[in-house]
Structure formats: structure tokens, C-alpha cells
């Protein structure tokens, strides 16, 4: 029963965590320039981050480890469970160590320059790179975990 349920955690934290991030592209591709909204969207932006989608992959990445202490059938020297967590590790220093703070100092230029100012839109550039990157190794993390696939 404890296996089901941590499987049920673990699917739905992957759901509300890749979800959450998912919703930042509209949100950035839709924002109006002014700086009230590009500033309200940017603090929501990181609302989302730091109190939905991260705890999420945390969520996730505890609720992994459960699934593999209590059902024993899979281990860390599974060719795509060891893809798998190298990707989530690359991922969560890209989020914590790269992403939250370029997303920090985005809201701030938003504040003080505006999105006009050439260091705002470079650091928004950037931001949306990254986090496309962070999304498409989430989307390849998931796919390990459906299909399981063999490399060696």
C-alpha cells in the first residue's frame, strides 16, 4: 500500500511540478510592458516557483526514493534510472543555482529599468532559454520514467 501511494505522490508531483513550469511561457509571452503587470507577472511567476513547481520535484524526487526502498524492483544502476537522476540533478542546479536567480534579478530590472532597458530583455532572453531547457529535460526525465527504456 505505502508503494501505491508514494507511486500516486510521485505521478502527481511530476503533473503539478512540470504543470506549474509549463505555465510560465504564456504568462511571459502575454505580459503586457508596462511595468506594473511585467512586475506583478514576474512576482507571480515566482510565486509559482518557489511555493508550487519546486516543491514539487522535491516532492517527487522523495517520493522516488521511497518507491524504490519499498518495491526493490528497480535500482540506481538501471541504465534509465541513472539517466533519469543525473537529469534531475542537472536540473535541480539549473533551477536553484541559475534559474531562480536570473528570475530574481529579471523582477528586479522589471522594478527599476523596466522591459525596455536592453539588461531586462537580455536577462528575459535568457530566462526563457533556460527554462525551456529545465522543461525539456523534465519532459525527457518523464519519458524515462513511462517507458523505461534500456541504453546498456
Do not use: C
Amino acid at each position: 500500500m505505502l508503494y501505491t501511494i508514494a507511486k500516486w505522490i510521485h505521478i502527481l508531483s511530476a503533473i503539478i511540478s512540470l504543470g506549474a513550469n509549463l505555465t510560465y511561457f504564456p504568462w511571459f509571452m502575454t505580459v503586457p510592458k508596462s511595468r506594473e503587470t511585467l512586475v506583478f507577472t514576474l512576482k507571480t511567476i515566482r510565486l509559482l516557483d518557489n511555493w508550487i513547481a519546486n516543491p514539487a520535484y522535491i516532492l517527487a524526487y522523495i517520493t522516488g526514493e521511497i518507491m524504490m526502498r519499498v518495491g526493490g524492483q528497480i535500482h540506481y544502476s538501471t541504465s534509465w534510472m541513472t539517466v533519469a537522476l543525473i537529469l534531475y540533478a542537472i536540473i535541480s542546479v539549473l533551477g536553484l543555482f541559475v534559474y531562480a536567480p536570473l528570475l530574481k534579478k529579471q523582477q528586479q530590472l522589471a522594478e527599476t529599468k523596466g522591459a525596455d532597458d536592453p539588461v531586462y530583455q537580455r536577462v528575459s532572453r535568457n530566462g526563457i532559454v533556460l527554462g525551456t531547457v529545465i522543461v525539456l529535460i523534465t519532459i525527457g526525465i518523464t519519458f524515462l520514467m513511462v517507458a523505461k527504456p534500456h541504453f546498456w
